[in-house]
C-alpha cells in the first residue's frame, strides 16, 4: 500500500518513557509501550498481525504463507469480519460479498492514535490505535456488491497485560442495512492437541463440520483433536472464554456483549488445501473469534438498531468500555481522499488524549454541532417495549391511589356511620399521610435492596407491586378504619417503586446512548439532552394519566350494586335474588379487585418482560423473562430469512438474552486472566456528597412546597367566602373560594389539562434549549410568585365572580409550569449527581425517602397553616410563608451543579450526562 508519508518513530514527550507509534513503509503501523509490548496493524484489513509481550514472546499465529501485498485476507492476526461471516446467504444484501465480507480485504485508513500516560505508571501506560473503513474508501466492486453508507472505526488499544480491539459501525445513509461483525482472532499455541477452550460447557452451538447441526456442548474443555468449526450461540459475554494448557489460561478473551464465539482450526486435510496456509501450521494455532453472528443486526440510518432472527435480537457494534481518552473520528473519513491523520497534520498524532479534527488545523476539541437538532419524538425512544411495561407499572399506583379517592369519604363512613364528617375528614387525612410516611421509612432501604446484587431492580418492582396489590384488594375488603389503615400502611412500606423505575429508566436510556454512540461523537453529544427530555416525561405523564381518569374509574365502579342494578343487583342475571352478595357486603371491593386485575397485568409485564438493569445482575438468568420469550415466541411465526426491521417493541418482546441486549461489543483478548472486579460499595459518608445533599434538598424543598400547593387548594377553593367587610389593610383578610364539589372536580382536570400537553409538547423544547440546571432555575420562581397570587383571589368581589376562573386558571398554570419544568429537571439533577451506577437505586430511594417525607409533612403543615390563617383573619400567611420556602429552595439551587452522572464515568462517550427518567409526579400531590 501507498501511503503518503512515512513519519519515524514519535514519542510522546516528557522525561518518562512514553509509547512509541511507527508508521511503517510496508502498509503497518506499530506501537510499542516502554514496558516492551507492541502491536502491529496491517492497513489492509486493520488486521492486527503481530502482538507481543514484553519478552518479545509473539501471541497472535500468522502463517509463514500469508499474503501481505493487499491481494488477499491476511491469513492470521485478528481480521475484522464485516458485514458478513461465513459464506454469505443466497438472495440476501450480502450475497454478492466474498465470505467473511470486505474489510478484512479493504484498505483503512490510519486515524491517529491517543495514549495514557498522565500519571506517569508504567503501569498504566497505554496507547490507542483508531483505523477508519468507510463506503467511498472500499473498491468499486465491493461498493456494488454492498452499496450501503457506512463507517467503521476500529481501534486497538496496547497495555502491558492485554489487548483491546473494539469496533463502531454507522450507518451513514438513509436506508437500513444487516451485518454480521466478528473478531477471528489466529492465537499462536504451542501444540492445539494439548490446549482447550473453557466456559462454553451447556452452550448450543452449529457445527459447521457435522451439517450445520445445532448440538449441545456437554464438555467443559474442549480439546480439539480434529477439524473444528463451531459456532457456540448465546454466550454469556460477561464469562470469559479462556484458551487453557494444563489448566492454566493461556488466553483469556472477555467479550463485551459479542455473544457468539466460533472456534475453529482447520486440522492437517483442509490446511493442505489452503494455498496461504502451511501444511503442519494447524498444530500451532486456534481461532477463538467473538462475534454477533447469530442474526443479523439492523442498523438504520441515524442509531435504531434492530435484528431479527427467531425474534431474537442481537447487538451491533459499538465501542469498548475502555474509553480512556476521547475517540476521534475525522469528518472526512468518508471523502475518499486518502489524507489519514498523518498526512495532514504532520506528525499526525493525537497526544494525551488531546481532540483532533483531522482536518488539517489540529486544533483542539470537537466544534460544536453547527445546526442544532431537533428534540427527538417520542417514537425515537429506545427500548420501548421495557418502557412500556414501567409505564404500565407507574400508571396502576396512581390509579389505584386516586380511584379510591372518589369513594374514600364514603368508605370510611361506612366503617362507622356515626362518625361527624369532620372526623371522617380527619381519619381521610391520615389514612393518606400514613402510606406517604411508611414509603418515608423504606425507600431508602428499598433503593439499597434494588442496587444489592442479591436482589436487584426487578424484584424490587415486584414485591413493590405485589404489595400495592395486596394494599389494593385488602382495603377493598376491609370492614374498619384499623384494618383499613393496616393494608393502606402495608403498601407504603413495600412499595418503593418509583425510585426504582427512575433508576430503570435511567438505565435503559444510558443504553439507548451506548446505542447511539454508534453515531459519530458530535452526534452524540447533541442526542443526549434529547433522549433525556423525552424519558424521563414518561413517570409524570403517568401520574397524569391516572389522576385524569382514576377518579372517575373509582366513582363509576364503587357500590356496584347500586351501580349497575341491572348487572349486580337483586333480581339481575348475575345478582340473583338480592343481588351479588359479595358486592354487599364489601361495596367498595370491586373498583379495587379492577385496580388489582390492573397492577396484577403490570407485575406479570414486568415478570415476564422486563429486564434486569442492575450492572451485575443484568446477565443472570431470569427465569420469567426466558419464560416470556418462550410464550411470546408461541405467538409468532417464525419468518424464516425474511428480514424486515423490527420496532423496539418487538425486539424488547423477544428477547430472551440478556446479552443480545446491550448494543455494545468488544473483544479484548488479555494474556494471562483477567477477570471482571467487583467494586466495593461506597459508604453513606462517600455517597452523599455536598452536591448530592445540596441537590437532594432542592429536591424535597421542591416536594414539600408543591405537596403543600396541592393540599392547600383543594381546602381553599371549597371554603366560602369571608364576609366582605372583614377584609383590613393589605395582608388581613380571610376565606377561600367557595367553590361546589363539581367546580373542584372541574379545577382538578384544569391542573391535569394544563399539565399533560406542557409535558407532552413543551417541557422537552424547553429542557432541550435550555439544560437541566438552567431549566429548573429559570422555572422554579414561578412557583413562589403563584403562592404570593393565590391568596389575593379571595378579594375578586363577588360582583366579578366571573373573574375567578381566568384568574385562578392564570394562578395555578403558572404553578402547574413551574413545576412541570422543575420537578423532573430535580429529579435528572438528583440522577446526574450520582457518579457510580452501584449506588443509583439508593440514592433514588433516599430522594424518594425525602420527597415522601415532605409529602406527608408538606400537606399536614399546609393544612396547619390554613386553619391558623382562617381563625387570625390572614389567610394569606401560610400561601407566602410557601412561598419563602420555595425561594430558598431556589436559593439552594444556584449552589448545586449538575453531575456528570453514571456513563461519564464509564467513559463511553465523553461530555455526556446520564439520561435519566425523572418524574416526581408524587410530588405534586
Ligand atoms: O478461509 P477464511 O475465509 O479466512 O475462513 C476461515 C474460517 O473462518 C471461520 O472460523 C469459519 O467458521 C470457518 O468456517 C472458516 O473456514
Same mark, same amino acid.
Not at 407504603?492 to 418509583?498: K, P
Not at 405467538?635 to 424488547?652: A, I, P, T, V, W
Not at 378579594?795 to 386558571?809: M, N, T, Y
Not at 425561594?887 to 444556584?894: A, H, N, P, T
Given at each position: 500500500m501507498d501511503r503518503g508519508k512515512k513519519p519515524t518513530s514519535i514519542g510522546i514527550g516528557g522525561s518518562i518513557p512514553q509509547p512509541t507509534v511507527n508508521i511503517n513503509d510496508n502498509g503497518t503501523v506499530d506501537a510499542k509501550l516502554p514496558s516492551g509490548e507492541s502491536v502491529t496493524v496491517h492497513l489492509f484489513g486493520a488486521t492486527v498481525i503481530s502482538w507481543k509481550l514484553a519478552n518479545g514472546a509473539e501471541q497472535l499465529f500468522v502463517s509463514s504463507k500469508a499474503i501481505l501485498d493487499g491481494s488477499k485476507a491476511i491469513r492470521g492476526g485478528i481480521p475484522v469480519v464485516f458485514p458478513v461471516f461465513g459464506p454469505p446467504p443466497p438472495n440476501h444484501a450480502t450475497s454478492s460479498l466474498p465470505q467473511h465480507g470486505f474489510a478484512r480485504s479493504s484498505n483503512w485508513e490510519f486515524l491517529g492514535k491517543s495514549s495514557s500516560e498522565s500519571l506517569g505508571n508504567k503501569a498504566d501506560t497505554t496507547v490507542k490505535l483508531d483505523f477508519g473503513l468507510s463506503s467511498s474508501m472500499i473498491t468499486e466492486e465491493f461498493r456494488k456488491a454492498w452499496p450501503y453508507e457506512f463507517g467503521l472505526v476500529y481501534s486497538v488499544t496496547l497495555s502491558p497485560d492485554n489487548l483491546e480491539t473494539s469496533l463502531q459501525v454507522q450507518n451513514k445513509g438513509s436506508e437500513s442495512f444487516d451485518f454480521h461483525v466478528l473478531l477471528h482472532n489466529y492465537f499462536k499455541v504451542p501444540d492445539v492437541s494439548k490446549i482447550a477452550v473453557t466456559n462454553l460447557q451447556d452452550k448450543v452451538y452449529i457445527d459447521k463440520v457435522d451439517n450445520k447441526k445445532e448440538k449441545n456442548e456437554t464438555n467443559k474443555e474442549i480439546s480439539i483433536t480434529g477439524e473444528t468449526d463451531r459456532v457456540y450461540l448465546d454466550v454469556d459475554p460477561t464469562a470469559p472464554v479462556a484458551v487453557i494448557e494444563n489448566g492454566q489460561p493461556l488466553f483469556t478473551i472477555t467479550r463485551k456483549e459479542l455473544n457468539t464465539v466460533t472456534v475453529w482450526n482447520p486440522w492437517a486435510e483442509n490446511a493442505k488445501k489452503m494455498s496461504d496456509f502451511g501444511d503442519e501450521e494447524y498444530k500451532g494455532m486456534v481461532c477463538v473469534e467473538p462475534g454477533a453472528v447469530k442474526s443479523w443486526s439492523v442498523l438504520e440510518g441515524g442509531d435504531a438498531w434492530e435484528v431479527e432472527d427467531e425474534g431474537l435480537p442481537t447487538p451491533p457494534l459499538l465501542e469498548a468500555e475502555n474509553e480512556e481518552y476521547d475517540q476521534v473520528v475525522p469528518d472526512n473519513l468518508d471523502n475518499g481522499t486518502d489524507n489519514n491523520a498523518l498526512g495532514q497534520n504532520g506528525n499526525g498524532l493525537i497526544l494525551n488524549g488531546d481532540n483532533d479534527n483531522n482536518n488539517g488545523t489540529g486544533t483542539g476539541p470537537d466544534p460544536e454541532p453547527e445546526e442544532k437538532e431537533k428534540p427527538i419524538s417520542w417514537s425515537q425512544l429506545p427500548k420501548k417495549t421495557q418502557l412500556l411495561i414501567l409505564v404500565l407499572a407507574r400508571l396502576s399506583e396512581p390509579l389505584t391511589q386516586t380511584s379510591l379517592q372518589a369513594y374514600l369519604f364514603y368508605q370510611l363512613k361506612s366503617f362507622d356511620p356515626s362518625l361527624p364528617d369532620s372526623a371522617i375528614s380527619r381519619q381521610a387525612g391520615i389514612f393518606q399521610g400514613s402510606f406517604t410516611a411508611a414509603q418515608f421509612l423504606t425507600s431508602v432501604w428499598w433503593g439499597r435492596a434494588a442496587d444489592s446484587h442479591w436482589v436487584g431492580r426487578k424484584r424490587v418492582l415486584l414485591v413493590g407491586l405485589f404489595g400495592t396489590l395486596i394494599s389494593c384488594v385488602?382495603?377493598?375488603?376491609?370492614?374498619?378504619?384499623?384494618?383499613?389503615?393496616?393494608?393502606?400502611?402495608?403498601?407504603?412500606?413495600?412499595?418503593? %417503586?418509583?425510585?426504582?423505575?427512575?433508576?430503570?429508566?435511567?438505565?435503559?436510556?444510558?443504553?439507548?446512548?451506548?446505542?447511539?454512540?454508534?453515531?459519530?461523537?458530535?452526534?452524540?453529544?447533541?442526542?443526549?439532552?434529547?433522549?433525556?427530555?423525552?424519558?424521563?416525561?414518561?413517570?409524570?405523564?403517568?401520574? %397524569?394519566?391516572?389522576?385524569?381518569?382514576?377518579?372517575?374509574?373509582?366513582?363509576?365502579?364503587?357500590?356496584?350494586?347500586?351501580?349497575?342494578?341491572?348487572?349486580?343487583?337483586?333480581?339481575?342475571?348475575?345478582?340473583?335474588?338480592?343481588?351479588?352478595?359479595?358486592?354487599?357486603?364489601?361495596?367498595?371491593?370491586?373498583?379495587?379487585?379492577?385496580?388489582?386485575?390492573?397492577?396484577?397485568?403490570?407485575?406479570?409485564?414486568?415478570?415476564?418482560?422486563?429486564?434486569?438493569?442492575?450492572?451485575?445482575?443484568?446477565?443472570?438468568?431470569?427465569?420469567?423473562?426466558?419464560?416470556?420469550?418462550?410464550?411470546?415466541?408461541?405467538?409468532?411465526? %417464525?419468518?424464516?430469512?425474511?428480514?424486515?426491521?423490527?420496532?423496539?417493541?418487538?425486539?424488547?418482546?423477544?428477547?430472551?438474552?440478556?446479552?443480545?441486549?446491550?448494543?455494545?461489543?468488544?473483544?479484548?483478548?488479555?494474556?494471562?486472566?483477567?477477570?471482571?472486579?467487583?467494586?466495593?460499595?461506597?459508604?453513606?459518608?462517600?455517597?452523599?456528597?455536598?452536591?448530592?445533599?445540596?441537590?437532594?434538598?432542592?429536591?424535597?424543598?421542591?416536594?414539600?412546597?408543591?405537596?403543600?400547593?396541592?393540599?392547600?387548594?383543594?381546602?381553599?377553593?371549597?371554603?366560602?367566602?369571608?364576609?366582605?367587610?372583614?377584609?383590613?389593610?393589605?395582608?388581613?383578610?380571610?376565606?377561600?373560594?367557595?367553590?361546589?364539589?363539581?367546580?373542584?372536580?372541574?379545577?382538578?382536570?384544569?391542573?391535569?389539562?394544563?399539565?399533560?400537553?406542557?409535558?407532552?409538547?413543551?417541557?422537552?423544547?424547553?429542557?432541550?434549549?435550555?439544560?437541566?440546571?438552567?431549566?429548573?432555575?429559570?422555572?422554579?420562581?414561578?412557583?413562589?410568585?403563584?403562592?404570593?397570587?393565590?391568596?389575593?383571589?379571595?378579594?375578586?368581589?363577588?360582583?366579578?365572580?366571573?373573574?375567578?376562573?381566568?384568574?385562578?386558571?392564570?394562578?395555578?398554570?403558572?404553578?402547574?409550569?413551574?413545576?412541570?419544568?422543575?420537578?423532573?429537571?430535580?429529579?435528572?439533577?438528583?440522577? !446526574?449527581?450520582?457518579?457510580?451506577?452501584?449506588?443509583?437505586?439508593?440514592?433514588?430511594?433516599?430522594?424518594?425517602?425525602?420527597?415522601?417525607?415532605?409529602?406527608?409533612?408538606?400537606?399536614?403543615?399546609?393544612?396547619?397553616?390554613?386553619?391558623?390563617?382562617?381563625?387570625? !383573619?390572614?389567610?394569606?400567611?401560610?400561601?407566602?410563608?410557601?412561598?419563602?420556602?420555595?425561594?430558598?429552595?431556589?436559593?439552594?439551587?444556584?449552589?448545586?451543579?449538575?453531575?456528570?452522572?453514571?456513563?461519564?464515568?464509564?467513559?463511553?462517550?465523553?461530555?455526556?450526562?446520564?439520561?435519566? !427518567?425523572?418524574?416526581?409526579?408524587?410530588?405534586?400531590?
Open positions: 385488602g382495603f377493598g375488603f376491609s370492614r374498619s378504619f384499623t384494618a383499613a389503615i393496616i393494608f393502606r400502611i402495608l403498601g407504603g412500606l413495600m412499595n418503593s %417503586n418509583v425510585g426504582v423505575m427512575r433508576t430503570m429508566i435511567s438505565e435503559i436510556i444510558i443504553e439507548k446512548k451506548y446505542a447511539s454512540s454508534l453515531k459519530l461523537d458530535r452526534d452524540q453529544r447533541a442526542n443526549d439532552g434529547r433522549y433525556q427530555s423525552r424519558a424521563f416525561l414518561l413517570l409524570p405523564m403517568c401520574f %397524569n394519566v391516572g389522576v385524569i381518569i382514576g377518579p372517575s374509574l373509582g366513582g363509576f365502579l364503587a357500590e356496584p350494586v347500586t351501580s349497575f342494578p341491572g348487572i349486580f343487583g337483586p333480581g339481575s342475571f348475575l345478582g340473583g335474588k338480592d343481588g351479588v352478595w359479595w358486592m354487599r357486603h364489601w361495596p367498595y371491593a370491586f373498583p379495587n379487585l379492577v385496580s388489582a386485575v390492573f397492577i396484577l397485568s403490570a407485575w406479570a409485564g414486568i415478570f415476564f418482560g422486563l429486564e434486569e438493569t442492575h450492572e451485575s445482575l443484568r446477565y443472570q438468568p431470569d427465569w420469567g423473562r426466558t419464560m416470556g420469550s418462550a410464550i411470546a415466541r408461541r405467538f409468532k411465526r %417464525n419468518q424464516g430469512y425474511r428480514y424486515r426491521r423490527l420496532d423496539d417493541d418487538e425486539r424488547s418482546v423477544f428477547l430472551e438474552d440478556d446479552d443480545d441486549v446491550v448494543p455494545a461489543s468488544a473483544a479484548t483478548t488479555s494474556h494471562p486472566e483477567t477477570l471482571p472486579v467487583k467494586r466495593n460499595k461506597p459508604s453513606w459518608k462517600q455517597l452523599l456528597t455536598r452536591n448530592v445533599i445540596l441537590t437532594l434538598l432542592t429536591h424535597s424543598l421542591l416536594a414539600m412546597h408543591t405537596s403543600a400547593f396541592n393540599a392547600m387548594t383543594f381546602v381553599f377553593l371549597p371554603t366560602p367566602r369571608a364576609p366582605e367587610d372583614s377584609r383590613r389593610g393589605f395582608f388581613h383578610f380571610n376565606g377561600g373560594l367557595g367553590l361546589t364539589t363539581q367546580q373542584v372536580g372541574i379545577a382538578t382536570s384544569v391542573i391535569g389539562l394544563i399539565g399533560l400537553p406542557l409535558q407532552l409538547f413543551v417541557y422537552p423544547r424547553v429542557q432541550f434549549r435550555l439544560g437541566t440546571l438552567k431549566s429548573l432555575r429559570s422555572f422554579l420562581p414561578l412557583s413562589p410568585l403563584a403562592y404570593i397570587l393565590m391568596p389575593f383571589l379571595v378579594l375578586i368581589p363577588r360582583g366579578a365572580q366571573f373573574l375567578i376562573w381566568p384568574s385562578f386558571s392564570f394562578v395555578v398554570a403558572l404553578q402547574v409550569l413551574s413545576r412541570t419544568f422543575v420537578l423532573p429537571a430535580a429529579i435528572i439533577l438528583v440522577n !446526574n449527581s450520582v457518579s457510580d451506577p452501584s449506588v443509583l437505586g439508593t440514592v433514588h430511594g433516599v430522594a424518594q425517602s425525602i420527597s415522601s417525607g415532605a409529602r406527608t409533612l408538606g400537606p399536614f403543615l399546609g393544612g396547619l397553616g390554613l386553619s391558623l390563617g382562617l381563625s387570625h !383573619n390572614i389567610i394569606g400567611a401560610v400561601w407566602w410563608a410557601l412561598a419563602v420556602e420555595a425561594l430558598l429552595g431556589w436559593l439552594v439551587s444556584w449552589s448545586i451543579f449538575e453531575g456528570e452522572g453514571i456513563q461519564r464515568k464509564k467513559k463511553v462517550v465523553p461530555e455526556e450526562e446520564a439520561l435519566l !427518567n425523572s418524574e416526581s409526579e408524587e410530588e405534586r400531590r
